[in-house]
């Protein structure tokens, strides 16, 4: 069972984390370019609409990480809570900071004013960056284990 | 996003039923370990779904949201008042 659980965390991580990461780093690019009337507005319509329906589905990755914890009897180890902190600390970044900031933009691509939406377009590069740099981390984590026996 | 919410609703009442029937009967832990994250996956979307579906389909930006947070039948509650109030 713990396998399983294991497998589907994993599953989930790749399938669902994967697109919200590759989204958001294209986003500011494409935003950028959309709001300058450069660039045409529909792929930055997708990439937002990509960013937020594969962020409600990541909840399974968590969720699930919790699952195998409680399975394998690691919910206590250090390096198992930096990662629920750091994740959380992601969630947190993704939910409050990039989804709105990314929502201002497709707004004023559709018509609405963009004075706010431009300075949104810039910070989303730097917000999208630490979000992935922080699962990044949490992946390391979780492979080498800090101060556990079962560590790489 | 009113799809998401339906399957969200459903899941969650069916996981809990699925593990309160496990609980009463056989109890195997398999079952648990496998529809208790179902459930909680279910109800976290439910929540957040809730507090992020548009103000239309909803009767308001902010009643009837919290309504979410009941366990169990959170999710079928909200989705209850964003039908009721779309045509």
Do not use: K
Request: net charge positive.
């Amino acid at each position: 069972m713990t396998a399983v659980l294991l497998s589907v965390h994993v599953l989930a991580a790749i399938v669902f984390v994967g697109p919200v990461t590759a989204a958001t780093s294209m986003f500011p690019r494409h935003a950028r370019a959309a709001l300058a009337g450069e660039g045409p507005a529909a792929p930055v319509r997708l990439l937002h609409r990509i960013s937020r329906v594969y962020a409600v589905l990541a909840i399974a990755v968590p969720v699930f990480g919790l699952g195998t914890a409680v399975a394998m009897g690691v919910l206590g180890d250090a390096w198992l809570i930096a990662s629920l902190v750091l994740t959380a600390a992601a969630a947190a970044l993704l939910g409050l900071q990039i989804l709105p900031a990314q929502a201002e933009v497709a707004a004023a691509l559709g018509g609405e004013s963009d004075t706010r939406a431009v300075v949104a377009a810039r910070r989303l590069s730097m917000t999208s960056g630490v979000f992935a740099l922080l699962w990044a981390v949490v992946v390391v984590l979780m492979i080498a284990r800090p101060g556990s026996t079962t560590g790489v | 996003m009113l799809t998401a919410l339906r399957v969200a609703a459903v899941v969650e009442a069916a996981s809990l039923a699925v593990l309160l029937v496990n609980l009463a009967t056989v109890h195997l832990p398999p079952v648990t370990q496998l529809a208790g994250p179902m459930h909680g996956c279910a109800y976290l979307a439910g929540i957040v779904l809730a507090l992020s579906l548009p103000a239309p389909p909803m009767p308001s930006p902010r009643r009837g949201r919290a309504l979410a947070l009941v366990p169990g039948i959170g999710g079928w509650l909200v989705l209850r008042r964003a039908e009721l109030n779309s045509p």
